[in-house]
Nanobody, 114 residues
């Protein structure tokens, strides 16, 4: 069972940037799509970015143009660069396959507030 460890979250002012990392404990099969998800208090977990094996990416309108997902297959790591952050981006951020197939990690808290 792959274990996922997310990091890089924190408190940032509106308009700021953060870069999240997700390290897997084992090799991530190159055939898998990977994704970042987030869950805000009282809300369902939602997809915020996905990346194919070939590097194609997809984002919901809420983050398009502000978030960028990338992956380093050699390091079994997935990244999420978040720019122009808004208070509504406040949530716990998780990575997993797309669709999710592994147990969820602890996530990393992102708080956007002045």
């Amino acid at each position: 069972q792959v274990q996922l460890v997310e990091s890089g979250g924190g408190l940032v002012q509106p308009g700021g940037s953060l870069r999240l990392s997700c390290a897997a404990s084992e090799n991530i099969p190159s055939s898998l799509f990977m994704a970042w998800y987030r869950q805000a208090p009282g809300k369902e977990r939602e997809l915020v970015a996905e990346i194919s094996t070939g590097g194609s990416t997809n984002y919901p309108d809420s983050v398009k143009g502000r978030f960028t997902i990338s992956r380093d297959n050699a390091k079994d790591t997935v990244y999420l660069q978040m720019n122009s952050l808004k208070p509504e981006d406040t949530a716990v951020y998780y990575c997993n396959a797309r669709p999710p197939i592994w147990r969820w990690g602890q996530g990393t808290q992102v708080t956007v507030s002045s």
